[in-house]
């Protein structure tokens, strides 16, 4: 069984900075991308960010440039460090483990709100 367990999610001013951290436990293939992804009120699941274990990644335009992710292997954590944040980032973000081809698994998701 795999959980994933997230936090660092809140409150903050719109161009201030958040860092959320995701933490994979159980019977994990060493080989497996990690992402973020985040979903709006009355909005789909949209794609943040991901990183492969050998740390190649990928950003959506909407985020390239004010956010990192990152990943320590050994602790099979993901991070998302969030900078310049607006409004349109307020959403859940949820950690996503995967590989192969089995159902990827999902954090419980963290609330991410930015005032204006």
């Known amino acids: 069984q795999v959980q994933l367990v997230e936090s660092g999610g809140g409150l903050v001013q719109a161009g201030g900075s958040l860092r959320l951290s995701c933490a994979a436990s159980?019977?994990?293939?060493?080989?497996?991308?990690m992402g973020w992804y985040r979903q709006a009120p009355g909005k789909q699941r949209e794609l943040v960010a991901t990183i492969t274990n050998g740390g190649s990644t990928n950003y959506a335009d909407s985020v390239k440039g004010r956010f990192t992710i990152s990943r320590d292997n050994a602790k099979n954590t993901v991070y998302l460090q969030m900078n310049s944040l607006r409004p349109e980032d307020t959403a859940v973000y949820y950690c996503n483990l995967r590989w192969g081809i089995i159902k990827p698994y999902w954090g419980q998701g963290t609330q991410v709100t930015v005032s204006s």
């Open positions: 159980g019977n994990i293939f060493s080989i497996n991308t």
